[in-house]
């Protein structure tokens, strides 16, 4: 990814919340550069501010100093560039599925026709094409957030923003969607940034971890993760917690998390 110009920029970031009881510093000189195609993974304590880190790509918060730069240009507001997956499905319950995947392109003002059958595509890639008229109560968990996932890709965004999108599910369901989702995105060549409470999945999936600290948020360490494969592939995520490699990033991520836990 080195000598690639950023997709995404945040240079010396700091965000302060003001209320009536006073201040609270959320983020402080927080930079983090991101390159076309790479998947990078944010790993910290609650409350940190990753998921603050999230809403300003989007759009959706503005720093209190420093700057956001999407394609290098600064970020105004919420753009179609960006799409945002979060912990909650937030399907709505009285659309098919079909129409759900929709919602986007719709709210976006994308031809209805070909948003149509880049949605069935989706979803048939997806394992769901024979629940596009189904209603989000008649799937499974995983189902769902397979669902959201197409939701989110319909509009073709070329930056992923994932907070916390497998939390929600059992253990077994969060190890095959990681697998599933990791392949889409990297055949389909996006950007992502991940925010996770969990390393294994941080680890398992991204090309680079980023360490904060506790509140207020900064760069506390970075790890570039890199797997020995025969042929230069990337294991699967599910393959890559089998190797030496593996436990190794593991440990070091866990050390720094430790350190400052209770100070």
């Not at 969607?177 to 992502?192: P, Q, W």
């Amino acid at each position: 990814m080195t000598g690639a110009t950023p997709k995404v920029e945040l240079r010396n970031i700091d965000l302060r919340y003001f209320t009536l009881d006073g201040e609270t510093e959320a983020v402080s000189g927080f930079s983090l550069d991101v390159s076309p195609g790479e998947f990078v993974a944010i790993v910290g304590q609650s409350g940190c501010g990753k998921s603050t880190l999230l809403s300003l790509v989007a759009g959706i918060l503005k720093p209190t100093a420093g700057e956001v730069l999407v394609n290098g240009s600064p970020v105004v507001g919420p753009s179609s560039i960006c799409g945002y997956m979060l912990q909650q499905d937030y399907l709505f319950e009285w659309r098919s599925i079909l129409d759900n995947v929709l919602l986007g392109a719709e709210i976006q003002g994308h031809d209805r026709l070909a948003a149509r059958k880049r949605a069935e595509l989706l979803l048939r890639g997806y394992g769901l094409g024979d629940f596009m008229a189904h209603f989000p109560h008649q799937l499974s968990g995983g189902m769902r957030q397979r669902a959201a996932l197409a939701r989110t890709l319909c509009t073709d965004p070329e930056i992923l923003l994932l907070d916390e999108p497998f939390s929600a599910l059992d253990f077994q369901t969060r190890l095959a969607l990681a697998d599933e989702v990791s392949d889409i995105l990297r055949r389909e060549g996006k950007t992502v940034i991940l925010v996770t409470h969990d390393i294994s999945e941080a680890v398992s999936m991204a090309d680079r971890v980023i360490v904060m600290s506790k509140r207020p948020g900064r760069v506390k360490a970075v790890h570039d993760i890199m797997f020995d494969s025969q042929g230069g592939d990337r294991p699967s995520p599910f393959e890559a917690r089998s190797r030496p490699e593996f436990q190794r990033y593991f440990d070091q991520i866990w050390g720094e998390l430790e350190i400052h836990v209770g100070t």
